[in-house]
């Protein structure tokens, strides 16, 4: 055994992992060789000496943290394990809420504006405010049918048609000559 | 650890008082300070209380040190994503040590202030090395299973304390010679 094999073999001794032949050749070259005793010995010697001075004490609050943890686990194995379980479910429980809320609510607020659209269509096709606000006959038309086709839309809204095409073809068909300026629907209604 | 899972909780008790400071004194050398120490040393102990039924009926200590081990390394990647126990960059922090309650004030300065020189020493070795000797000197576990929680072979990790042993014999020869003296 060379000096060498010596200071890894002599770490293992330290451990216990080394076997009954190794330790004999350890020891025979520990008492040939100084240099090799020397460094056993203060090899041994650092792992003692930092075990002595090294350990440090963890903090308090840590030591009541984990004691407070292991008796709750120990009091409610049950709740404790389902705990977080318990939080998906309260979370989910909560978005679901939210969210069935928000659906009840939003049909509502589209009845209200189809309430609303009801009031300003009856005021389009009323007769007298059509004679009023339509230079011809044609447009009188064309205000009517944006009349029903803008009641129609909030209708779609509610119920959940999206086929904008279906919505629009009334008013395509017809071509309407209907001027895009706000003096074809009334100023005031209600 | 079977006791605990029955809910004998002073059992859990009795195992923090062996182990908690030669757990603690390992944490510290492997982390930023006492702060870090403090929440790794909290969550290796959550750990134990979480999966205690996982722990197999042998070596407590390793599987300790193995789950300190892993949150010291995700600690440190979350800080520096690449960081890795290989690297050989020294360091020169100092680690506040703290030794055994002395009656006599003198002693207790002196052996702290030997400790703190200890400390600095140990802080000095590469992080690999500085675990493989703190893993031998804190907690006394062999090399087979020091190899196996650094995912090494028993050569590298004997490599690895050859080193350290080396290095701290040159950098400690003079708190050697004192700590011998102090008996």
Request: with cysteine; net charge neutral.
């Given at each position: 055994?060379?000096?060498?094999?010596?200071?890894?073999?002599?770490?293992?001794?330290?451990?216990?992992?080394?076997?009954?032949?190794?330790?004999?050749?350890?020891?025979?070259?520990?008492?040939?060789?100084?240099?090799?005793?020397?460094?056993?010995?203060?090899?041994?010697?650092?792992?003692?000496?930092?075990?002595?001075?090294?350990?440090?004490?963890?903090?308090?609050?840590?030591?009541?943290?984990?004691?407070?943890?292991?008796?709750?686990?120990?009091?409610?194995?049950?709740?404790?394990?389902?705990?977080?379980?318990?939080?998906?479910?309260?979370?989910?429980a909560a978005l679901l809420v939210v969210v069935g809320g928000?659906?009840?609510?939003?049909?509502?607020?589209?009845?209200?504006?189809?309430?609303?659209?009801?009031?300003?269509?009856?005021?389009?096709?009323?007769?007298?405010?059509?004679?009023?606000?339509?230079?011809?006959?044609?447009?009188?038309?064309?205000?009517?049918?944006?009349?029903?086709?803008?009641?129609?839309?909030?209708?779609?809204?509610?119920?959940?048609?999206?086929?904008?095409?279906?919505?629009?073809?009334?008013?395509?068909?017809?071509?309407?000559?209907?001027?895009?300026?706000?003096?074809?629907?009334?100023?005031?209604?209600? | 650890?079977?006791?605990?899972?029955?809910?004998?909780?002073?059992?859990?008790?009795?195992?923090?008082?062996?182990?908690?400071?030669?757990?603690?004194?390992?944490?510290?050398?492997?982390?930023?300070?006492?702060?870090?120490?403090?929440?790794?040393?909290?969550?290796?102990?959550?750990?134990?209380?979480?999966?205690?039924?996982?722990?197999?009926?042998?070596?407590?200590?390793?599987?300790?040190?193995?789950?300190?081990?892993?949150?010291?390394?995700?600690?440190?990647?979350?800080?520096?994503?690449?960081?890795?126990?290989?690297?050989?960059?020294?360091?020169?922090?100092?680690?506040?040590?703290?030794?055994?309650?002395?009656?006599?004030?003198?002693?207790?300065?002196?052996?702290?202030?030997?400790?703190?020189?200890?400390?600095?020493?140990?802080?000095?070795?590469?992080?690999?090395?500085?675990?493989?000797?703190?893993?031998?000197?804190?907690?006394?576990?062999?090399?087979?299973?020091?190899?196996?929680?650094?995912?090494?072979?028993?050569?590298?990790?004997?490599?690895?304390?050859?080193?350290?042993?080396?290095?701290?014999?040159?950098?400690?020869?003079?708190?050697?010679?004192?700590?011998?003296?102090?008996?």
């Open positions: 055994m060379n000096c060498e094999e010596f200071e890894k073999r002599v770490l293992l001794e330290q451990s216990g992992e080394l076997d009954e032949k190794d330790c004999l050749l350890l020891q025979a070259h520990r008492e040939q060789c100084s240099r090799c005793r020397t460094y056993g010995e203060e090899s041994g010697g650092m792992l003692e000496m930092t075990r002595a001075s090294l350990p440090g004490e963890p903090g308090v609050d840590a030591l009541d943290r984990i004691r407070t943890m292991a008796a709750d686990r120990a009091r409610s194995p049950v709740l404790f394990f389902y705990r977080p379980a318990v939080r998906a479910l309260a979370c989910a928000w659906w009840l609510i939003a049909p509502r607020a589209g009845a209200a504006r189809v309430r609303d659209m009801n009031v300003i269509v009856t005021v389009m096709m009323d007769e007298d405010t059509i004679a009023e606000r339509s230079d011809t006959a044609a447009e009188a038309t064309d205000l009517q049918a944006l009349a029903e086709m803008l009641l129609r839309i909030e209708e779609s809204a509610v119920e959940g048609t999206t086929d904008q095409e279906e919505l629009l073809w009334p008013l395509d068909s017809r071509a309407p000559r209907w001027r895009s300026s706000s003096e074809a629907l009334p100023r005031r209604y209600g | 650890m079977q006791r605990y899972g029955r809910g004998d909780v002073a059992a859990l008790e009795t195992l923090m008082e062996r182990y908690r400071r030669w757990l603690y004194g390992f944490i510290l050398q492997m982390t930023e300070g006492r702060g870090d120490a403090d929440e790794v040393f909290q969550e290796v102990w959550f750990r134990v209380i979480r999966k205690h039924k996982s722990f197999r009926a042998g070596n407590f200590r390793g599987w300790l040190v193995r789950i300190a081990h892993n949150l010291i390394i995700d600690r440190a990647r979350k800080r520096k994503p690449d960081f890795s126990l290989d690297e050989t960059e020294d360091n020169d922090r100092d680690a506040p040590a703290m030794t055994a309650p002395d009656p006599e004030p003198g002693k207790r300065l002196a052996a702290q202030e030997l400790g703190d020189r200890i400390a600095a020493a140990v802080r000095a070795l590469a992080p690999e090395q500085r675990e493989v000797f703190l893993m031998r000197s804190q907690m006394d576990l062999p090399f087979k299973k020091i190899a196996k929680i650094q995912r090494v072979s028993i050569n590298t990790a004997l490599a690895r304390m050859h080193y350290a042993v080396g290095k701290l014999r040159v950098l400690l020869a003079d708190e050697y010679r004192e700590w011998q003296a102090c008996g």
